[in-house]
């Protein structure tokens, strides 16, 4: 089978797409056939080995010392169980599948194996590979932030970055919690913001969110942006700051996966999906999400492009 390899840390070209063995499940694992997956700023971050110099040798003990232990990235996919392992209870041969791979990563080749108690749910029926498979990290992550920011109805949100994979669907999440929300995007991107439900909408570049005397129960940065000490005073008293940078990778639970699985089935929450590339253009993948100007996900799907 075909997988694209991170034959160590650098730029996009180390990586590489290799035929290797197709693996077998184990007792507890489904061998899945992928149909979609996304290049993600998880997958940049340990290609490129981007880590806080606090952190570097930590980082390395886990990730890998020369290169990365895990060579094949990929946090989340959609895919068909094509085999079980024999303890397997929850799936069957044929079931379309979801799955947040998270660190375990693997879901940039063909096939994959899972472990049964993992990150994953039967795909909903109505959304296809591609969306569904560009759903997971962004939405878990919005709804760990959310949930730590202690949305409330009614509070008024205000979400920097609304463009972006966990932008989108930070918007989506907190209509779908019944809170007032306010998008910061670029001007390309008003429309966008709009359309997914959020009630205001700022350019950034024409003007400073902090400046315009509104305040905000939650801000939620989810580029990692902008700072605490800069968000303060458009905040309330009790507000709070949260932002996905550096406060920790989203602690994620099995009923979060089927709790936006169900969100996917009723239309609450979709994806936004910029562009697609194939398997073997993964590198020209890399350097088009580094640039740090995508809106939503950037999708790669297995041997056709169906986006």
């Given at each position: ?43 940049l ?12 040798i ?20 959609a ?24 660190m ?6 063909e ?23 560009s ?32 932008g ?29 439900g959020?009630?205001?909408?700022i ?9 315009k ?20 005073k458009?905040?309330?008293p ?70």
């Open positions: 089978m075909k997988a694209m390899v991170c034959t160590k840390y650098g730029s996009a070209d180390v990586l590489q797409l290799k035929e290797i063995e197709k693996p077998t499940p184990k007792a507890n694992e489904l061998l899945v056939k992928v149909h979609a997956t996304t290049v993600s700023a998880g997958d971050r340990v290609r490129s080995f981007n880590s806080p110099i606090l952190l570097w930590p980082m390395r003990l886990v990730l890998g010392l020369r290169k990365p232990r895990k060579p094949i990235l990929g946090v989340e996919l895919g068909e169980v094509e085999a079980i392992g024999k303890e397997v209870k929850r799936f069957k041969k044929g079931d379309q599948i979801i799955s947040l791979t998270g375990n990563f693997g879901a940039h080749a096939y994959t194996c899972l472990p049964e108690d993992g990150l994953m749910a039967i795909k909903p029926a109505n959304v296809s590979y591609e969306a569904a498979a759903i997971l990290y962004g939405a878990t992550t919005a709804l760990y932030f959310l949930r730590k920011g202690n949305i409330q109805k009614r509070q008024k949100i205000l979400i920097y970055g609304a463009s972006g994979t966990v989108t669907f930070a918007i989506q999440l907190a209509k779908y919690f019944e809170a007032e929300v306010t998008g910061v995007c670029s001007t390309t991107n008003l429309e966008l913001v709009k359309s997914l959020a009630d205001k909408v350019d950034y570049t024409k003007e400073d969110f902090t400046n005397g509104e305040n905000y129960d939650i801000i939620f940065d989810a580029v990692g942006k902008n700072s605490k000490s800069n968000c303060k458009a905040l309330t009790n507000g709070s700051y949260v932002t996905v940078d550096g406060q920790g990778i989203a602690k994620v639970r099995i009923e979060d996966i089927i709790f936006l699985k169900e969100l996917m089935e009723t239309g609450e929450i979709t994806s936004v999906i910029d562009r697609c590339y194939l398997l073997e253009q993964i590198a020209e993948a890399h350097k088009y999400v580094e640039k740090g100007h995508k809106k939503g996900s950037v999708v790669i799907t297995m041997g056709h492009d169906r986006c």
